[in-house]
Each structure stands twice: as C-alpha cells, then as structure tokens.
C-alpha cells in the first residue's frame, strides 16, 4: 500500500489478515497448492442489524438434521441486552448445545465433534470484545481463522454488514468500522458458502444453497 493509499485511510492501515487456506491467499502468495480440506463446511452468513440473518442461519441448522450447538458471544450488561438474548433463546429453541464464550471460541470449536454443526452468533459480538478489552485484533482474527479452518464440525458463521451507512464521527467506531469490514473479508474468503441476507432475503455471494 503507497502513501496515497494510507491517507485515504486516514493513517497506517492494518494489514488483511486471510486464513492461509483461502484461495485468495494463496492466490496472492503466488502458490495456490490444492490440498484436501480436512475441516467441515463453513458458511458465512452475514447481514444489516435487524435484516433477518440469524433466524435464517438457525433455519439452516436445522434443516441440517445434525446435532446442533450454539456458540455466544454476546456478554450481558443491561436490560435491553438482557431482553434481546432472551428473545433469541425462545427463538431457536430447546434443542441446542449452548456455550458462552465471549472471547476464546477457538477453544470452542477445537472440541466439537464431527457430524454436529455449530452456530457462532456472532463475530461481531466477538469483536467487539476483544476490541473493548484492547487487545490484538490482527492476532485475535487470525487465531479465529485458524479455530474455524480446522473446527470438525460444520460451522455457521453470523456477522453484520457496517460499511454501507455513514462515516462514523468518532475513532473508536471508525476503527471499529474498519476491523470488521477486514474480519467479514477474511471469513469469507475462507468459507466454503457465503450469504448475504437483506429483509429475511438470502443472496447467495459464493457457492448455492
């Protein structure tokens, strides 16, 4: 990146941190190997606040007939919080595995097992965290690329789109802004399946239904 470059940024910008088997990796490292992918399918499912996207990844959970288990991200400091966790509880149902688990879900994902499938709700929660916690973000994403290329258990991935409205007028959102356009970059191109859900509406960016 030139000089031009950075100050469009307004600064030094963090470098893109894909998962080493992405394509688009190895594309860009000159050595695009075919190897056989051990790991079990990953799908990204990404959306606008309120745009329908978890209900449409649960309904993919369940459709898949597999065990299913459900990985929180979300950590609960007021009432408003509190009720929306509540509303997305009663929402999937009883069925389901849950762990809370706000920072390390690689750990998580290290000790599913194959045949289950796990939704990850969601990597902006995650984010957040590890951002409010001032800790490294570059490391944190390349430590949950690495959980989700080797996790046995099919995946589902949940994010939210925040680059289409305005510019935000403060640098901690700007910076925020930034980390999770890089951290939805990343996810997808190493998932096998990508959608974009707008009004409850899948559009599919990678791969079919």
Same mark, same amino acid.
């Given at each position: ?6 100050? +469009? ?5 963090? /470098? ?37 996207? *978890? =209900? ?6 369940? =459709?898949?007939?597999?065990? =299913? *288990?459900?990985? $929180? ?6 009432? @408003? ?5 509540? !509303? ?6 009883? @069925? ?5 688990? /706000? ?6 994902? $290290? ?6 499938? +796990?939704?990850?709700?969601? $990597? ?13 973000? &570059? ?7 690495? !959980?989700?290329?080797? +996790?046995?258990? @099919? ?29 939805? &970059? !990343? &996810?997808?191109?190493? !998932?096998?399946?990508? &959608? ?5 509406? /899948? ?7």
């Amino acid at each position: 990146m030139n000089a031009e470059d950075r100050h +469009c940024l307004g600064g030094d910008a963090a /470098p893109l941190v894909l998962g080493t088997g992405s394509g688009y990796a190895q594309r860009r490292n000159g050595s695009f190997t075919r190897v056989k992918n051990l790991s079990a399918p990953v799908t990204f499912i990404l959306g606008g606040a309120a745009s329908g996207k *978890s =209900k449409f990844a649960e309904d993919l959970c369940f =459709k898949s007939k597999k065990p =299913k *288990s459900y990985l $929180a991200t979300s950590q609960v400091f007021d009432h @408003e919080m509190q009720q929306k966790v509540k !509303a997305h509880i009663l929402q999937r149902g009883t @069925e389901w595995d849950t762990y809370e688990e /706000p920072l390390h879900v690689d750990q998580i994902l $290290a000790g599913l097992a194959p045949g289950q499938i +796990c939704l990850l709700g969601c $990597a902006t929660m995650w984010l957040t965290n590890h951002l409010l916690a001032n800790h490294d973000l &570059i490391a944190a994403q390349t430590t949950l690329l690495q !959980a989700s290329g080797t +996790c046995r258990a @099919e995946l589902v991935v949940v994010s939210n789109e925040v680059g289409q409205g305005i510019v935000p007028d403060n640098a901690l959102s700007r910076q925020f802004r930034e980390a999770q356009g890089r951290l939805n &970059i !990343a &996810i997808a191109a190493q !998932a096998d399946r990508v &959608i974009q859900v707008v009004a409850g509406l /899948p559009h599919i960016l990678k791969d079919q239904l």
